[in-house]
């Protein structure tokens, strides 16, 4: 594959990225779109092998074909196709290097505590932090035997910050893949294995895109709290998640990696 020319979130070309991981395979959930989509492109253009994974045939199929990986249909709330689909990584390049587990819900029914109905909460759940907790549990086995590998998992800004505008399952979702990571990246340390909490802020996919569609006070609420004055693209995140697949960051594990524009860090935001 030849370097590729990436683009940036205002739409200037950039020179071609570097090539940090040629040969390594690198499985995504939630390629179809978003952040999965733009970490697939970024990740094919750095030289690795990509498995597409998602629940949504037509997207997963496009997303494979455009960056030449695999494409692999998956319920990731499922442990046996969760299993399959890190077996079929395996058996397609021959090692699983990059796990990065990004597959994952934001739905209208979950709001307030008062608002939300057990069946929501435990949706996403399934959906955030128990497809998580499926796809480490598959992709561990092959990095031990490596004893190489990275594991990104997709948390959120909001797993270390409290929103009056609350999605509570979701925002409990992303606190448990955080201290999950966390746990994950401690005990297989010495095994060559590094586990990372990728925690972005608002980022603009057609998933924040319908959120606020239907509610723009709810996007003006967290706009104002952003220093950079806009939600980050997801090229942006993209990057992040192949600095953390790469050599570059091997002192980087169990750690919350902010990708946020300053939210975490901001008292008061500039006018």
Known sequence: MTDQTVTSPGGAPQTPVCRRLVGRTAVITGAGSGIGLATARRLASEGANVVCADIDERAGKTAAEEVGGTFVQVDVTDAEQVEALFRTAYDTYGSVDIAFNNAGISPPDDDSILETGLEAWKRVQEVNLTSV???CKA???YMREQRRGSIINTASFVARMGAATSQISYTASKGGVLAMSRELG???AREGIRVNALCPGPVNTPLLQELFAKDPERAARRLVHVPVGRFAEAEEIAAAVAFLA??????VNATDFLVDGGIAGAYVTPL
């Open 133 to 135: 907790y499926l796809c």
């Open 139 to 141: 992709a561990i086995p």
């Open 186 to 188: 401690v005990q297989f």
């Open 246 to 251: 790469s050599d570059d960051s091997s002192f």
